[in-house]
């Protein structure tokens, strides 16, 4: 039984590029499976030898989410409440994953494999879930099943896992097509009645009618591997300009506010705000790791201001611009909400 292991990777900063090193590295050191990563950056030369099969994938399709349309954090000293389609961090990820799955199945494919473990880059298995993963391999292999799923439900409805699962990859190619633009992404949600165009929800309605191939259980990621240093990167990260409150009273100052999510991390933010064209405020800020980052400034209702974001990693830069036309323009932006 040939096995192969799909490491879907985006290599936009030192850390994860490195993190991605460090996730094939300890493949390497405890298998002997077939090395395949597919990455939306073009990586380096490192890390392209250490895998049996390296793709990059320049296309890096993206999409707004049409479910999730808030967030929110609570910290020791405020509550921060966001729209995200208002403050324009609707964007999502989800096509682009998918391209970089599909992409590891079909070279896999290729390969003659029988069964591809498709993986994040943000998992370090440790020796013990490795072997659960070998044994979750070869029941597949005795009980004849094409397979394997973590299922949960979220608020849309079941979703099946992406960041972890393992199929025949004749099996997968036959249900799914991969999509090269929005536009296609967006259809496939439509095709199979997806109430949602999250990733893991539109996978459950592709394959809810062929499970009865496949084993699946109804855990999380967390749950089924909970030894090793995992899924500690995430492209859920947000930049915005909320109005402050204190005490749910507002204050006419409003307040760059950023969230970030991975773990570990090393890019650099810088900000620039003008009113009616003229630059009143700027800053810098290192993302190192989970948190958040505020600045407030003064804003009246008769300026026009505009906001603009750069977050610079490794080959990328996130540019970000967004204008409103005074205070009461952002007002349905969400908040942040300093506690009395």
Same mark, same amino acid.
């Given at each position: 039984?040939?096995?192969?292991?799909?490491?879907?990777?985006?290599?936009?900063?030192?850390?994860?590029?490195?993190?991605?090193?460090?996730?094939?590295?300890?493949?390497?050191?405890?298998?002997?499976?077939? @090395?395949?990563?597919?990455?939306?950056?073009?990586?380096?030369?490192?890390?392209?030898?250490?895998?049996?099969?390296?793709?990059?994938?320049?296309?890096?399709?993206?999409?707004?989410?049409?479910?999730?349309?808030?967030?929110?954090?609570?910290?020791?000293?405020?509550?921060?409440?966001?729209?995200?389609?208002?403050?324009?961090?609707?964007?999502?990820?989800?096509?682009?994953?998918?391209?970089?799955?599909?992409?590891?199945?079909?070279?896999?494919?290729?390969?003659?494999?029988?069964? @591809?473990?498709?993986?994040?880059?943000?998992?370090?298995?440790?020796?013990?879930?490795?072997?659960? @993963?070998?044994?979750?391999?070869?029941?597949?292999?005795?009980?004849?099943?094409?397979?394997?799923?973590?299922?949960?439900?979220?608020?849309?409805?079941?979703?099946?896992?992406?960041?972890?699962?393992?199929?025949?990859?004749?099996?997968?190619?036959?249900?799914?097509?991969?999509?090269?633009?929005?536009?296609?992404?967006?259809?496939?949600?439509?095709?199979?009645?997806?109430?949602?165009?999250?990733?893991?929800?539109?996978?459950?309605?592709?394959?809810?009618?062929?499970?009865?191939?496949?084993?699946?259980?109804?855990?999380?990621?967390?749950?089924?591997?909970?030894?090793?240093?995992?899924?500690?990167?995430?492209?859920?990260?947000?930049?915005?300009?909320?109005?402050?409150?204190?005490?749910?009273?507002?204050?006419?100052?409003?307040?760059?506010?950023?969230?970030?999510?991975?773990?570990?991390?090393?890019?650099?933010?810088?900000?620039?705000?003008?009113?009616?064209?003229?630059?009143?405020?700027?800053?810098?800020?290192?993302?190192?790791?989970?948190?958040?980052?505020?600045?407030?400034?003064?804003?009246?209702?008769?300026?026009?201001?505009?906001?603009?974001?750069?977050?610079?990693?490794?080959?990328?830069?996130?540019?970000?611009?967004?204008?409103?036309?005074?205070?009461?323009?952002?007002?349905?932006?969400?908040?942040?909400?300093?506690?009395?």
């Amino acid at each position: 039984m040939k096995i192969a292991i799909s490491i879907s990777a985006y290599t936009n900063s030192p850390a994860a590029l490195e993190l991605t090193k460090k996730c094939i590295k300890n493949i390497k050191d405890n298998t002997d499976y077939f @090395v395949i990563c597919t990455n939306h950056l073009p990586g380096d030369e490192e890390l392209a030898k250490m895998c049996d099969l390296y793709l990059y994938e320049k296309n890096n399709v993206l999409t707004t989410h049409t479910f999730y349309d808030s967030s929110w954090i609570i910290t020791d000293s405020f509550r921060m409440d966001l729209n995200l389609k208002k403050s324009k961090n609707n964007i999502y990820h989800g096509p682009a994953v998918h391209q970089n799955i599909y992409n590891g199945v079909s070279l896999a494919k290729m390969v003659n494999i029988d069964y @591809v473990i498709c993986m994040n880059f943000d998992v370090i298995l440790s020796k013990n879930e490795f072997i659960k @993963v070998n044994d979750t391999i070869e029941q597949l292999h005795n009980q004849q099943k094409s397979a394997f799923f973590l299922k949960s439900f979220e608020q849309e409805g079941y979703n099946l896992k992406t960041v972890f699962f393992i199929t025949n990859p004749d099996f997968y190619l036959s249900k799914i097509n991969n999509t090269t633009s929005e536009a296609e992404y967006n259809e496939l949600m439509r095709s199979v009645s997806a109430p949602s165009n999250g990733l893991e929800n539109m996978y459950y309605h592709i394959f809810e009618s062929h499970l009865h191939e496949c084993n699946v259980i109804e855990q999380t990621e967390q749950e089924f591997f909970s030894e090793g240093s995992n899924f500690t990167n995430s492209q859920a990260e947000y930049y915005a300009v909320l109005p402050m409150t204190v005490g749910g009273v507002h204050t006419n100052t409003a307040v760059i506010a950023c969230t970030f999510k991975n773990q570990t991390d090393n890019r650099d933010l810088h900000y620039e705000v003008y009113e009616d064209n003229q630059l009143i405020l700027s800053g810098d800020y290192k993302i190192k790791s989970a948190g958040w980052f505020v600045n407030k400034f003064l804003m009246n209702n008769t300026s026009v201001y505009k906001i603009v974001f750069s977050v610079i990693g490794i080959g990328t830069t996130m540019n970000k611009v967004l204008v409103y036309n005074g205070y009461e323009d952002i007002l349905d932006a969400g908040k942040l909400d300093y506690f009395n």
